[in-house]
């Protein structure tokens, strides 16, 4: 079989901002982070079963959308090196205010290969507890949710009659809430 990457060409940086820049290699052009490669997804939910999810504005897409809590491994100074685990009680904490007592990798892998190099790992929490705000950086406003498992479906009904994106990347999350043993596999 023909290994595809041998045609792969020159890499050029095409365009390079503050965060982004735009690689062209070959014939394909793509995005990638100037500062981390790793974004971790959150799922989180309560004791009371309750999945915590964020809503923000989304520039490029132009509407609030919304998301489970995410985040950037390594993009803070002094913590390049980063491991998940501590990028997800950091994110958790600073965009819901809560907290978990665990986490467990359950899933990897590129969530826009053909437009991005970044990976995403998905990570469960355990004994989630509520400590602070949440909200956010400074930079942020982040509109925390907690929505109760049983009544997900009739809530995602609601944001959508109110034009509000649901990031796909939440199905995902539902999925490890739903089956946690499969992430075992």
């Known amino acids: 079989m023909h290994n595809p990457s041998s045609d792969l060409g020159s890499r050029r940086v095409v365009a390079e901002g503050k965060h982004l820049r735009l690689i062209q290699q070959g014939h394909w052009e793509y995005a990638e982070r100037t500062k981390a490669k790793w974004a971790v997804v959150l799922v989180a939910v309560t004791p009371d079963r309750r999945l915590l999810l964020t809503?923000?504005?989304?520039?490029?897409?132009?509407?609030?959308?919304i998301e489970?809590?995410?985040g950037l491994v390594g993009d803070v100074t002094g913590l390049e090196d980063e491991e998940f685990e501590a990028a997800a009680q950091r994110?958790?904490?600073?965009?819901?205010g809560y907290a978990a007592g665990g986490w467990r990798r359950v899933a990897s892998?590129?969530?826009t290969a053909g437009l991005?190099?970044?990976?995403?790992?998905?990570?469960?929490?355990?004994?989630?507890e509520r400590v602070a705000d949440g909200g956010g950086d400074e930079s942020e406003q982040i509109e925390v949710h907690a929505v109760p498992l049983d009544q997900i479906h009739a809530w995602f009904a609601k944001q959508l009659e109110r034009d509000v994106l649901i990031d796909p990347k939440v199905y995902a999350?539902?999925?490890?809430?739903?089956?946690?043993s499969a992430a075992d596999s």
Do not use: C, H, N, W
């Open 55 to 65: 809503e923000q504005f989304r520039i490029p897409v132009g509407k609030p959308v």
């Open 68 to 70: 489970l809590p995410a």
């Open 91 to 96: 994110e958790l904490l600073e965009e819901t």
């Open 109 to 111: 892998g590129p969530p």
């Open 116 to 128: 991005a190099s970044e990976l995403v790992v998905f990570m469960v929490a355990s004994d989630v």
């Open 173 to 180: 999350g539902l999925y490890f809430v739903s089956f946690p």
